[in-house]
């Protein structure tokens, strides 16, 4: 083999390295990211049309697909920007976080009294804040979701408990009326009985005390 041949054959591994650097690069950077705000595992910014979405996923996909990487965290870092461009293919998904950047936005400039024309809006550092008011906001608008469904929950089974509690009432009834009706000859047969003064069952009759005159 030839100095030229060694020279392509180093180049074509550095470059082959330099490739694995940046498929373990873009792995731990996703995996780093707050994992709800798909925005950031995609590295794109609200607004940006579908046709990016669709571009930056199937660039980085590529990139770190667990078939073309032997990083053992590939999997999960893959499993998070399917994830990701789910959301932000989802019109009413992508308009919830969308919601929640604004409002994170707003909320950070209101502590740090700022308008939209200031200058400090503009900066890194701003949006270094910016990113982690809307990690608060995403977090507790999740702890707020989680409430209310376990509030549902409870409120489900208590509908539950009342319902079944209305079904074994019902049943009792039904029972007691069945008994009822089941006795029913027995009661009229006794009546008749009483009412044509039928003897005892030991044949003996009753006699009539007679009234002392004087």
């Known amino acids: 083999m030839g ?10 591994e550095l470059l082959a390295a330099g490739k694995e650097m940046d498929k373990d690069a873009e792995i731990e950077r996703i995996l780093s990211v707050f994992k709800l705000n798909a925005y950031a595992v995609l590295e794109l910014q609200p607004g ?35 994830k990701a461009q789910t959301v932000l293919m989802d019109e009413k998904a992508r308009a919830e976080i969308d919601e929640y950047i604004a409002d994170a936005r707003m909320l950070l400039m209101r502590e740090r009294k700022l308008t939209a024309d200031d200058e400090e809006t503009r900066g890194e550092e701003f949006a270094r804040a910016w990113r982690e008011k809307t990690t608060w906001v995403i977090m507790d608008e999740e702890k707020r979701k989680r409430r209310q469904m376990e509030a549902q929950l409870r409120e489900e089974g208590r509908a539950q408990k009342k319902e079944e509690e209305e079904i074994a009432e019902r049943k009792r009834k039904r029972e007691h009326e069945d008994a009822w009706e089941k006795t029913r000859d027995t009661r009229i047969n006794s009546w008749r009985d009483f009412q044509k003064g039928k003897a005892p069952a030991d044949g003996k009759k009753k006699k009539k005390k007679m009234k002392v005159v004087g």
């Open 48 to 82: 940006v049309p579908e046709s990016d979405i669709k571009k930056v996923y199937r660039n980085k996909s590529l990139l770190i697909h667990p078939d073309k990487t032997t990083n053992p965290k590939a999997p999960e870092a893959f499993d998070r920007l399917k």
């Open 3 to 12: 100095d030229k041949d060694k020279e392509v054959d180093i180049e074509a």
